[in-house]
């Protein structure tokens, strides 16, 4: 398993567990749309990854991972 914090629909970052092979996130949008996330990591790190439905700055990933990982 592998944490992945999830930024979509313009909510507050949150935290998932999937599995290692897994690529992408499938989420749906409040009217139905789904959209897959594909999951990437920050460069050197390797505890977490991310999956986003928008542009993120790499200090936003990183101060949702000191938020939401114990």
């Not at 789904?34 to 700055?57: C, N, P």
């Amino acid at each position: 398993m592998r944490k992945v914090i999830v930024f979509f629909n313009g909510e507050p970052p949150y935290l998932l567990e999937v599995s290692k092979g897994l690529p992408t996130l499938r989420l749906s949008y409040p009217d139905g749309q789904m959209k897959d996330l594909q999951i990437s990591r920050l460069a050197g790190v390797d505890t977490y990854a991310f999956a986003t439905d928008r542009d993120v700055e790499p200090h936003e990933v990183r101060e949702a991972a000191e938020s939401l990982i114990q």
